[in-house]
């Protein structure tokens, strides 16, 4: 116990020193927490109630509940119309000015969600279609169950020039992307190897994507799979793809 000066106590007691007392009998360890609590309350005070109020946003942030902190599904929150056009796309130019391939290949393609893609899918539209990967896409649209309009295909890559006596495909990375956005594209599915992400002109941490990752770029997700004659030689993988495909794509369903 402690003997305390009453002018040194809370505002409260000023009306006992106004009565004539002048001295308290007190527990010294509570008048202490008392005093402490009362400097925090007082302006410029470096207490523990003026640093809760100065906290910073993150930190007020990181106390939100955990259900605003998690979110939803990446793919449930991306956009149903056709996103901007990227300003570092090298496609400023109209469809009109695209060639002549690639025009007719727009005008056949369809508008879909979720758009596959892989090297040689630009032989298979344009005439030299390979059974197999026919066959093996075929199936897995079909495991999936989707209603109609889900899926689509947009080619990587389109005969050059000399057409499909040449043999040769080539490359046009702005018209691909530019292509993804007319066609309202929220999720493709591109079938292939860090070549083929390199032939799309991705940033680099992209093109170190695993298989089976599902990084956001230009506001869709972008899904890389194992390239079709892989899946074809080796179709012990399938049932693990159909696995994976049916919880990536559940937002599409």
């Known amino acids: 116990m402690a003997v305390a000066d009453v002018r040194v106590c809370a505002p409260t007691l000023r009306a006992l020193k106004q009565a004539g007392l002048e001295y308290l009998l007190v527990d010294e360890a509570q008048a202490n927490r008392n005093g402490a609590q009362e400097a925090a309350r007082q302006p410029g005070?470096?207490?523990?109630?003026?640093?809760?109020?100065?906290?910073?946003?993150?930190?007020?942030?990181s106390q939100a509940p955990a259900r605003d902190r998690q979110g939803q599904n990446l793919a449930q929150t991306l956009p149903r119309a056709a996103p901007p056009r990227p300003k570092t796309q090298d496609a400023a130019r109209s469809p009109s000015e695209w060639p002549?391939?690639?025009?007719?290949?727009?005008?056949?393609?369809?508008?879909?969600?979720?758009?596959?893609?892989?090297?040689?899918?630009?032989?298979?539209?344009?005439?030299?279609?390979d059974p197999k990967r026919r066959e093996l896409l075929q199936g897995l649209l079909s495991d999936l169950a989707y209603p109609p309009g889900t899926h689509g295909f947009w080619p990587v890559a389109l005969p050059g020039e000399g057409g499909l006596e040449e043999g040769k495909l080539e490359v046009n990375a702005p018209i691909f992307w530019e292509g993804l956005r007319l066609l309202?594209?929220?999720?493709?599915?591109?079938?292939?190897?860090?070549?083929?992400?390199?032939?799309?002109?991705?940033?680099?941490?992209?093109?170190?994507?695993?298989?089976?990752?599902q990084p956001c770029y230009q506001g869709r997700l972008l899904i890389v799979l194992p390239p079709p004659g892989v899946l074809i030689q080796e179709a012990w993988r399938l049932q693990a793809l159909r696995d994976f495909l049916r919880q990536a794509l559940a937002p599409f369903a």
């Open 45 to 61: 005070s470096s207490g523990v109630g003026t640093r809760a109020a100065q906290a910073s946003p993150a930190a007020r942030a």
């Open 100 to 129: 002549a391939a690639w025009q007719e290949r727009l005008r056949n393609a369809r508008a879909a969600p979720v758009v596959w893609t892989y090297w040689e899918l630009g032989l298979d539209l344009c005439g030299s279609p």
């Open 184 to 213: 309202r594209c929220r999720a493709v599915m591109i079938m292939g190897s860090q070549d083929l992400l390199r032939a799309l002109a991705l940033p680099d941490h992209l093109v170190a994507t695993g298989r089976y990752q």
